[in-house]
Structure formats: structure tokens, C-alpha cells
């Protein structure tokens, strides 16, 4: 229904005899300031977090000051620099478009391949029997902006088979549950872009319906039982209480989610690849759905794993990714290892262009999505856990290119989460084992 004339912004809704005011609506402002607005309006902020459990070797990723531990910039983003290194030359369409770390890690955390689930997390001591995970990043940006899309977030993953939980654990809920990943690109498409039949539609509206009942019973319950406790135990009652109108706002936005039509996309439904070692195969195909979850605004947040540990098709490779890890320094192993990292590297920059290509008012996808690619372990061979592989792109950063921090007293990764989630618009002043933000990043 249209109104000619705005309604007043003073206008309440009265229901037994109590005023409750009004938002500010689209309605309340003439037709004229409607349009203006959404001219003004600009592209939401994105973030997708990509994590390589076997990373890159060292002498391959770091321009060689910064491996051989003489950083050649200091991070005080000064100056730009084009990082120089047979990886990051594969990158070089993307030049002031992305920033390469050197000198990162998570404080004791120190694991070997143990510390994958800290990765978005920053959780120290992963290898302590007692080990609680705490909230990656990609669910505290879900928190704050998750009700606005679809999808809170994507958890995803390129893997072979169906691996532990544990290993393949990225995305960490608030309470330190793992989140599984979706491995299915199909699925992901069905989900986000083909409508269910109407009997789908209504049993899915039944489920969601049903635990919005339970909560208003336990909301009831836990109201009569507030005014028989004392004060101690009514602020904890308060607590409970947040918690169960955040999850009813959760319901009620899922319900009103599953009434909107899903959007519309010109790619056809894509198919599976069941082949295990097609894993570049399957990334480039995964990274589709990314674009067009994000261009699409089904959601905002993606965390993908890429578990690389077969022997990748498409490379000189004749042994797993894994094995060839631990080289040895064996020529031969390094050259193969090399030539699968190459591959590696070329298919995350082809993700990056396609996020280039897509337009988006005063610039482009990759403008308003920070894309974090990374590894927990900064060289394989021998289980290390410092001086991590780090790349940031996008984001609308005025990106110096390479930014190098001490050798052996790394700077912690969190600092770098820390400066996403201010540039996510989220007003953080810490993360994990963060000490503030990173040094060397311009907005």
C-alpha cells in the first residue's frame, strides 16, 4: 500500500491503552526523500575468511627479506610496496588491491596441525586436555549483522569424504561448538536460490513455529518463577531472559525469511564434483557460490576450508599434498609441492577477480568484501606454528601491499581480526589475544 502523504513520525500504536512508537519507516518520508535515499544507500560490508590447513612454503610466499627474517618494509604502511615472491607474483592483477603479512601468529598456540580450529579464533593452548574452544570471528560478525540476511553465515568446506568433526572445524559458535561445514556446492545453491515445493515450505514453517512455542513457554514458566527468587538469582533470571528474546527475534526473522522468495539467479544449478583429487576443481566451483551468495546479499559472512591433503589433479603432483609437506628439502618433493601451490594460488586469485568483475555502485564486490586467506601453520614441514602465510584483499583498504612485523616476536594475528571487525563497522577494541589493532592498514 503506497501513502501520497508521509505518516507522521509521531504516529503510535496503541493497544490497550499503551503507546508504543514507531520506527523510523520508508513511509513516513515523502516520495521524493524515498528515492533519495536509496540512491544514498551503499553496498553492504562482507567478509569471507579462507583457511588452508597445509598453507604455503615459506620460500615461496614471503618476498625473500622478509624468509630470510630482514623484513624489507616496516609496518608502519609508509609507503606502498609490491610484494615480490614467485606466490604473491601470481597475484600481481590484484596489486593495490591486497596486502601480504609477514611476522603473524596466535599466542600460545602452538599445536602443529592441532591449531586449524584456532585459526578465525585465537583460542590459546588448543593442546591442553581441558581445551574449550572460544567464538571465531566469521560468528561474532554473524551476531551482529546475521539477521539481516538469509543466512547468518556459511560455514563451508573443500574436502575429501567426511572427515572428523574436529578436523574440519573453522567456524566456532559463541559457545565453542563446532559449526559443520557444508561440502555440497549443489546444496548450497538449492538452498539459497530453489524454492521447496509448498509442503516443504509448510513443514519447514512447522519446525520453526514449534520452537517459537517452546520458547514461549519456557518464557512464561521463567516469568512466574522471577517473582518467587531473590535478587541474585533475578539478575541471573535477566540474563536467561536476554537470551531467550535473542533467539525469539532469531525465530521470528527465520520465519520471516522463509516467507520471502528467494532470489533469482541467471547460473544454471551447478553439479557436484565427486572426484577426490579434483579439489581445485571443487574450490573454483565453491567460490561461484560465494559470489553469488554475497552478490545476492544472502549473506555476509563466509568461512571456507580448503583441505588440500590428496594428490590435487591439474599439477605435477604423484603423491598427497600432505606427504609432499614434509619434503625434506627434497628437490623433487619441493618442486611438486611448488607446482600444486601454484595452483593453489592462481585459483584464489581467479576468486578475487570474479569479485572484481561484479559492480557495485561506486566501485566493485571486492570493495565491499574483506576476503582473509591464511594457514595456521607458517611451514608444514616441521609443524610450525609462527610467522603464518596472511593475506588480506579488498575491503576498501588502501592496501601498502606488504607488510612485514618481527621475526620472532610475532604480532598477534588477532590485532589484524581486530582491525576487520572495526572495518566491518563493529566497534571492537579486541579479539582473543589481540593487544589492539594492526599497525599498517589504512582504511
Avoid at 596489486?95 to 584456532?118: D, I, K, W, Y
Wanted: net charge neutral.
Amino acid at each position: 500500500m503506497s501513502h501520497t502523504n508521509p505518516i507522521p513520525r509521531r504516529t503510535l500504536l496503541r493497544v490497550a491503552g499503551t503507546g508504543i512508537a514507531l520506527p523510523f519507516l520508508d513511509a513516513m518520508v515523502p516520495a521524493f526523500g524515498r528515492a533519495a535515499r536509496a540512491a544514498a544507500a551503499k553496498p553492504p560490508k562482507r567478509m569471507v575468511a579462507i583457511h588452508i590447513p597445509l598453507g604455503w612454503m615459506p620460500r615461496y610466499f614471503f618476498p625473500e627479506k622478509a624468509a630470510s627474517g630482514l623484513p624489507e618494509k616496516a609496518a608502519d604502511g609508509s609507503a606502498a610496496t609490491v610484494p615480490s615472491s614467485p606466490y604473491l607474483d601470481l597475484l600481481k592483477d590484484h596489486h593495490g588491491q591486497f596486502t601480504a603479512f609477514f611476522g603473524l601468529s596466535h599466542p600460545e598456540c602452538f599445536n602443529g596441525h592441532g591449531t586449524g580450529p584456532c585459526f578465525l579464533t585465537g583460542a590459546r593452548n588448543p593442546n591442553a586436555p581441558t581445551f574449550r574452544n572460544t567464538q571465531s570471528l566469521d560468528q561474532l560478525i554473524a551476531d551482529k549483522f546475521g539477521l539481516e540476511t538469509r543466512f547468518p553465515s556459511l560455514t563451508l568446506a573443500v574436502q575429501h569424504g567426511q572427515p572428523q568433526l574436529n578436523e574440519a572445524a573453522l567456524s566456532i559458535s559463541r559457545s565453542g561448538v563446532v559449526i559443520p561445514p557444508e561440502g555440497s556446492p549443489q546444496r548450497l545453491f538449492r538452498s539459497m536460490f530453489v524454492a521447496g515445493t509448498a509442503a516443504e515450505q509448510a513443514a519447514t514453517l512447522r519446525r520453526i513455529e514449534a520452537g517459537g512455542s517452546v520458547l514461549d513457554l519456557v518464557g512464561a514458566e521463567a516469568s512466574r518463577l522471577g517473582r518467587e527468587i531473590g535478587p541474585a538469582d533475578r539478575s541471573r533470571l535477566d540474563q536467561y531472559f536476554t537470551s531467550v528474546r535473542e533467539v525469539e527475534h532469531r525465530v521470528a526473522r527465520a520465519i520471516e525469511w522463509e516467507k520471502t522468495p528467494k532470489p533469482e539467479v541467471e547460473r544454471p544449478e551447478p553439479t557436484d564434483i565427486t572426484e577426490s583429487t579434483h579439489v581445485f576443481e571443487k574450490c573454483r566451483l565453491m567460490f561461484d557460490m560465494i559470489r553469488l551468495a554475497l552478490e545476492t546479499d544472502s549473506t555476509r559472512t563466509v568461512a571456507l576450508l580448503i583441505n588440500t591433503f590428496v594428490v590435487p589433479h591439474g599439477t605435477a603432483a604423484t603423491q598427497d599434498t600432505h606427504g609432499l609437506s614434509h619434503h625434506g628439502n627434497e628437490p623433487e618433493k619441493i618442486a611438486q609441492l611448488r607446482s600444486v601451490e601454484e595452483v593453489q594460488t592462481k585459483t584464489f586469485a581467479a576468486f578475487l577477480q570474479s569479485l572484481r568483475d561484479v559492480k557495485e555502485q561506486d566501485g566493485t564486490l571486492l570493495d565491499h568484501t574483506q576476503v582473509l586467506c591464511g594457514s595456521c601453520l607458517g611451514d608444514a614441514s616441521w609443524h610450525s606454528n609462527a610467522n603464518l602465510p596472511i593475506i588480506l584483499a579488498g575491503g576498501g583498504y588502501r592496501h601498502p601491499g606488504y607488510l612485514a612485523f618481527d621475526e620472532k616476536r610475532n604480532e598477534p594475528l588477532s590485532n589484524l581480526y581486530v582491525t576487520m571487525l572495526q572495518r566491518m563497522g563493529i566497534e571492537a577494541d579486541s579479539f582473543a589475544t589481540s593487544t589492539g589493532s594492526l599497525r599498517g592498514l589504512d582504511a
